[in-house]
């Protein structure tokens, strides 16, 4: 069975930081490619960050240089480092797992709320 649990969420202030884990358990992690998704009260969910199985990476626009997605293999687990949070980057995120690095996830999380709200 596999499950994807996400952590880390919160109530920050703008400017602020928080770090998202997502562990993995069900898969061979290491060949997997891996997603970070949110999606904000009346929008679609939305791409944040990909990280392959190469460890290359991939941010949206709205995210670079502010969001890191980071993979530690032997833990199964992948990250999300936010730092300088807006409040436009309130929403429940989610983190997905696909074999086929051109195509929505297979299997995601059950989500992690974070609020950023002064």
């Known amino acids: 069975q596999v499950q994807l649990v996400e952590s880390g969420g919160g109530l920050v202030q703008p400017g602020g930081s928080l770090r998202l884990s997502c562990a993995a358990s069900?898969?061979?992690?290491?060949?997997?490619?891996m997603a970070w998704y949110r999606q904000a009260p009346g929008k679609q969910r939305e791409l944040v960050a990909r990280i392959f199985s190469s460890s290359s990476t991939r941010y949206a626009d709205s995210v670079k240089g502010r969001f890191t997605i980071s993979r530690d293999n032997p833990k199964n687990t992948v990250y999300l480092q936010m730092n300088s949070l807006k409040p436009d980057d309130t929403a429940v995120y989610y983190c997905?797992?696909?074999?086929?690095?051109?195509?929505?996830?297979?299997?995601w999380g059950q989500g992690t709320q974070v609020t950023v709200s002064s």
């Open positions: 997905g797992a696909t074999r086929n690095s051109g195509s929505s996830p297979s299997y």
């Open positions: 069900g898969i061979t992690f290491s060949i997997y490619h």
